[in-house]
């Protein structure tokens, strides 16, 4: 829940349950449900800032608006899921949230992990409730008496995964993910601006853009542009660089009593050139 929580909404609340927990966490809480008698056992079972409305969500206007979030549990697969999301969605306040609990149709096909695990997990749990109750301990998960006139939809409409799809042409970025024990979760959040997701529709404020939406390129005027190219013109031209020899290294020189020239070596990559020199002039060169 989003805090601070002011007022929340729960559509389809049956007898009150969820609502009367909702209550301990917001200040208000609107309780909406199609059955008069749901609505008379939520009175009886809800604290006092809880406000039971009997009223169908399609049909009748909702007790308020702005909610700070909106909640729906085993509700939604009662609904068209289409026609009902826009509704809720409104009901919202920017930045608030919307979170439902519904019942998906089987569909083994690709959630077949799932299902056993279910159906396991389900026998498990069923022998050790009936175990505590026949030891003398609580009765566990025992139904509810308000459990008989609850409405009962035994072939929901839409797989999970249909759910999502459906959900998510009415809601941008919603999110859904199948429980483990047959049902399926849908969170969304509206969005604090209108224009939030909608990045890159239209050109940004002072751009300029062309017909098909593309952003036009910025051109310099004509007469900025014979200037730059008279410029560059008569620019002097840079000599270009002379192959510059590496200056040779004295790597030897030969005593003059020995009676030679002295010697001068080159070094390279690839060639070592041994150069003789004498008063300036090249006498020979070998490859070393």
Not at 214 to 228: F, M, S, V
Request: aromatic content about 4%; charged content about 25%.
């Amino acid at each position: 829940m989003p805090q601070p929580c002011r007022r929340v909404l729960d559509v389809g609340c049956g007898a009150g349950a969820f609502a009367a927990r909702l209550a301990q966490r917001s200040e208000q809480v609107d309780a909406l449900d199609r059955s008069a008698k749901m609505i008379e056992e939520a009175k009886r079972r809800t604290p006092g800032n809880v406000n039971c409305v009997l009223a169908d969500v399609l049909t009748d206007p909702l007790p308020g608006k702005g909610y700070d979030a909106v909640f729906s549990i085993s509700a939604l697969h009662h609904m068209p899921l289409q026609d009902v999301l826009p509704v809720l969605a409104a009901a919202l306040r920017p930045g608030g949230i919307l979170a439902a609990v519904a019942l998906p149709r089987l569909d083994l096909h690709r959630e077949w992990p799932v299902e056993i695990a279910a159906a396991a997990g389900h026998r498990l749990l069923g022998a050790m409730f009936l175990t505590t109750r026949l030891l003398g301990g609580s009765n566990g998960f025992a139904k509810d008496s308000a459990h008989a006139i609850m409405p009962v939809v035994m072939d929901p409409p839409l797989t999970t995964r249909e759910a999502a799809r459906q959900a998510a042409t009415v809601l941008p970025g919603v999110r859904v993910r199948r429980l483990l024990f047959w049902r399926y979760l849908l969170i969304w959040q509206k969005p604090v601006s209108q224009l939030a997701g909608k990045r890159g529709s239209g050109p940004r404020e002072g751009r300029p853009a062309s017909c098909d939406g593309r952003k036009l390129r910025k051109t310099r005027p004509a007469a900025d542009i014979g200037k730059a190219s008279s410029r560059r013109t008569t620019a002097p031209q840079a000599e270009p660089r002379r192959h510059q020899v590496p200056s040779p290294r004295l790597h030897d020189q030969l005593p003059a009593e020995s009676g030679q020239l002295p010697c001068k070596v080159t070094r390279c990559r690839r060639v070592r050139a041994r150069t003789w020199t004498a008063r300036g002039g090249v006498i020979g060169a070998r490859a070393g």
